[in-house]
């Protein structure tokens, strides 16, 4: 896998060493383990989809516009900041992760991005990304297999039907011929 990484390296033109793809697994391996179990396990799947969403977003403007104020810091008193990422079991340490840092600015609480930490947030909003796609691939395999399972439960419920139809109108038919043939003795 290293030397998988490795390779991918030098033909992009960077040449990383061992020792730092070790340390850049050891991160990745770190932000994996913030997201499971650290936000995963203890909050909802939809509370930490969310968060997850909340904290991809953030990291994705930063990594965009790393000079813009705005994107920065988040106030912990905002609303979906505070649903999404403070009231989430370990949305918060995973900012903290990236390198966000809480200060107080005009007696307003705020987490300031440190931007010594660039390279934890780049890692941090790449792990976000996967987790995120896999699992929106997981949801519509999901979805995709539920309604599978819906339509075939269906059409062995309409075949029953049919099947239950079709022996009442045979026996029904079965009754007529006997009754006519009674008649006709």
């Given at each position: 896998l290293?030397a998988?990484?490795?390779?991918r390296n030098?033909s992009?033109g ?10 850049q697994?050891e991160q990745?391996?770190?932000f994996r ?6 936000i ?13 969403k909340?904290?991809?977003k ?15 810091q ?5 609303d ?15 900012a903290i ?6 200060e107080?600015k005009?007696f307003?609480?705020l ?6 930490k660039?390279?934890q ?7 976000l ?11 519509a395999?999901s979805?995709?297999?539920?309604a599978?399972a819906k ?10 039907l ?7 109108k045979?026996?029904?038919l079965?009754?007529q011929?006997?009754r006519?043939?009674?008649?006709a003795?």
């Amino acid at each position: 896998l290293a030397a998988a990484a490795q390779r991918r390296n030098v033909s992009t033109g960077q040449a990383i060493s061992s020792s730092e793809l070790l340390l850049q697994h050891e991160q990745r391996q770190k932000f994996r383990r913030l997201i499971d179990p650290g936000i995963s396990r203890p909050n909802s799947q939809e509370a930490a989809m969310a968060s997850l969403k909340i904290l991809s977003k953030i990291a994705e403007n930063l990594l965009q516009e790393p000079e813009n104020p705005k994107f920065r810091q988040f106030k912990p008193t905002n609303d979906t900041i505070r649903r999404r990422l403070i009231e989430t079991k370990g949305a918060l340490e995973y900012a903290i992760e990236m390198g966000f840092r809480p200060e107080v600015k005009e007696f307003q609480p705020l987490y300031v991005w440190n931007e010594s930490k660039g390279e934890q947030l780049r890692l941090g909003a790449q792990i976000l990304r996967e987790t995120i796609e896999l699992a929106e691939q997981k949801s519509a395999r999901s979805q995709k297999n539920a309604a599978e399972a819906k339509a075939a439960t269906e059409a062995a419920t309409r075949s029953a039907l049919l099947a239950f139809m079709d022996d009442r109108k045979t026996k029904m038919l079965r009754d007529q011929r006997d009754r006519h043939n009674r008649e006709a003795r």
